[in-house]
């Protein structure tokens, strides 16, 4: 299905999406501060994954992904990637200090 | 460069990130590897799928050909960086919003 990835990546949005909620963990709210956070991660992630995609480290099942490319070869859904699980990553670490604030003071 | 010694890089330089650019100290609050056995775990899932069904699919020659839950042992060290390097940003932007504190960046 060309839509496997896409709905893999949009599942992680789904599952975390309780901690905003919940958890008050603030991270969509604080959304300039999020924005900020993934440009150099997408540079440097995103980099990465076109010189693997351009030294044939690794490449992508067409079946799976919708077949938007960006410039570069990089299939769309993996810029999606590098903005999903890394926001995964901030709404866990500010799910924990919601619950155990002195973990990270 | 294969992928094993990038991604044994992208550990360093998150280190680095961690510790010398931003001094943001994450690696040494349990905080941090909460959050990260957290993420572990998930990764684990995700990149399981991703590489079992595979969507992605590696070059045998520039893999050690360790693999866990179908994905090459290099993807957790990606991991690790992409995800240490993206929390030790996002607390360093935190603190630089409240510089009074000393706290992990609200």
Redesign the interface.
Known sequence: MHA??LL?LLA?VV?TAPLEIVLHTRVYARWP??V???V??VL??GG?DEL?IH???????RR??LGVYLPGRLPLEELLF?LV??T???L??E???AR?PE??? | MNYTLLAALGVLLAVLVDTVLLRTFLLRRKGFWAAYVIVLFFQLVVNGLLTGLPVVRYDRDRIIGLRIVYAPVEDLLFGFAMVTITLATWVWLGRRDAPATNRAGR
């Open positions: 496997t990835y893999i992680c599952g501060r999020l900020v956070t993934l150099p991660v440097i992630f990465w693997a030294q044939g480290t690794w490449d992508y099942a799976y992904l590098f699980i890394p995964c990553a901030v866990t670490l799910a924990v200090r155990r973990w990270l003071a």
